[in-house]
């Protein structure tokens, strides 16, 4: 009797959650349509735009915006998830916006100011700022102030940078208390990864002094493996883009030039200067040679960067897209907005495994690059005789 | 004449950028395609060859595969720089 109760759970369960995904874009298809009902003008004006709002459209959109609250701009909602905002949104129920307000700090040349970005709010000026385009800008116009303010990027990363401490810092009081014993917990998630780290990425690409770089290797790929994955967590404390935040990436491959750089033997600038293999007339008179490898030092970190930011962003501007083809449908269709939804949500959730896929990977890549650039710059000379 | 005009309409109209973007993306969207199903390919092979060394081949498959999706990312930020930014 207990048998074959369960095996039936394993084709209910399944079909429940798929229905309630269903159901639960089928609901929001219904809330987002009931205003737009009433003007014929919506149609044209749907087909007429599909992304960003354009100036000679607008003057079309006045008459009918007044009856259309929920006509929805995909290009606009999908950069207002990617970037950067003074505030976390966090839902919108009817007209009702739910959002954190975060500070915002700004240094000028009469000091410090700090504030709550509610002051802020729908373009009011306050203390001589206000936000325009998601930038904070002076009223007076001139640009001469650090905006140090604490961003949803920022309270994002300082979320991850808490977990982070909180689960290493764990694992670490565990290993002081109990020695080198099978691990539980927590920790039986993350030793694989440290072990990984260490014996896949450092040990085979810096050699034997793998242990002087191995911190920053397991830091750079814990965060940018938590950032990853609480990007795509569609709630709060997750759901914003830290990752696919270009300065962020930037800073991160900033580090390892520089760790790179200072940490480069003789042999590595001279290898760069002075290229061994290479014919003679590649270097002199014109340096070919050492112009390309001299390129070749500053585009590794640039790929670097570049590479996890189009990663992640481009993930999650795909999901965010898939999601407003529910809406960009039902405005022409109600029918059609429940059909696409159904292939839409379906299509949602397989991407959204593939970006799991992809924010472990981004790290590991992140990681397994680094540790490759370390391991050619304390390249020791091994004379050419020896090939 | 009229391909002087079409010529005039290229140069001038803000349109054709997007055109130009599009068309970006889907090659960009094609390089990567070719790239990643070579390194599929020859993968696949390898591990019919050896099954024992397809633990490794996996490994090194996906990382070749993140390196290409960079090169192909790059066209897309450049087209998606193209679309959004005025």
Redesign the interface.
């Known amino acids: 009797m207990a048998r074959s109760n369960r095996k039936i759970f394993r084709y209910l369960i399944p079909t429940f959650i798929i229905l309630l995904y269903v159901g639960y874009a089928g609901v929001k298809v219904v809330y987002a349509n009931e205003p737009i009902k009433e003007t014929q003008q919506n149609v044209e004006n749907v087909v007429a735009d599909s ?2 709002n354009t100036a000679e459209t607008s003057a079309e959109h006045k008459p009918a915006e007044e009856h259309k609250e929920a006509k929805l701009d995909a ?1 606009k909602l999908i ?1 207002e998830h990617i970037a950067d905002a003074h505030d976390w949104h966090i839902a919108t129920i009817g007209h009702n916006h739910i959002s954190i307000p975060l500070p915002v700090i700004i240094k000028d040349a009469s000091g410090l100011h700090v504030f709550s970005s509610s002051h802020l709010h729908e373009g009011e000026v306050y203390q001589g700022y206000k936000i325009e385009e998601g930038k904070i800008i002076a009223e007076n116009g001139n640009d001469d102030f650090y905006d140090l303010s604490i961003t949803k990027n920022v309270a994002a990363m300082f979320i991850a940078v808490f977990a982070l401490l909180w689960i290493m810092l764990s694992i670490a009081g565990s290993y002081k208390r109990n020695g080198i014993v099978a691990p539980k917990g927590i920790q039986s998630f993350v030793e694989p990864l440290i072990f990984f780290i260490r014996d ?1 990425v450092a040990i085979p690409s810096i050699g034997k002094k793998y242990e002087k770089y191995l911190p920053y290797l397991l830091t750079i790929f814990f965060f940018i493996f938590f950032n990853n994955i609480f990007g795509l967590i569609p709630f709060f404390p997750g759901g914003a883009n830290v990752t696919g935040n270009i300065s962020i990436t930037m800073i991160l491959a900033l580090f390892t030039f520089a760790i790179t750089s200072f940490s480069a033997k003789k042999e590595y600038w001279i290898h760069i200067i002075n290229t061994p293999g290479v014919p003679w007339w590649l270097k002199f008179p014109v340096p070919l040679m050492p112009i390309v490898e001299l390129i070749g030092v500053f585009s590794k970190p640039f ?1 670097l960067m ?2 996890l ?3 992640i962003t ?1 993930g999650h501007i795909i999901m965010l897209g898939f999601f407003s083809l529910i809406f960009i449908f039902a405005e022409m269709n109600t029918g059609l907005g429940f059909g696409v939804s159904i292939f839409s949500v379906a299509f949602t959730t397989f991407m959204s495994f593939l970006e799991l896929l992809v924010a472990f ?2 790290a ?2 992140f990681t ?1 690059l680094s540790a490759l650039y370390f391991g050619m710059a304390i390249e020791e000379h091994h004379s050419e005789e020896h090939h | 004449m009229t391909i002087l005009n079409i010529l005039l309409q290229a140069v001038t109209d803000p349109g054709f950028a997007k055109m130009g973007a599009g068309i970006g993306a889907g090659l960009a969207a094609i390089g990567a395609g070719i790239g990643i199903g070579r390194i599929g390919g020859s993968a696949l092979e390898s591990i019919a060859r050896q099954p024992e060394i397809s633990g490794d081949l996996r490994a090194n498959m996906i990382v070749a595969a993140a390196l290409v999706e960079g090169a192909a990312f790059f066209a897309i930020v450049v087209c998606l720089l193209i679309v959004f930014v005025k």
Do not use: P, T
Request: net charge neutral.
């Open positions: 992304s960003v290009g950069m896949e790929v570049v590479r930011f189009a990663n481009a990977l981004q590991y890549v397994l």
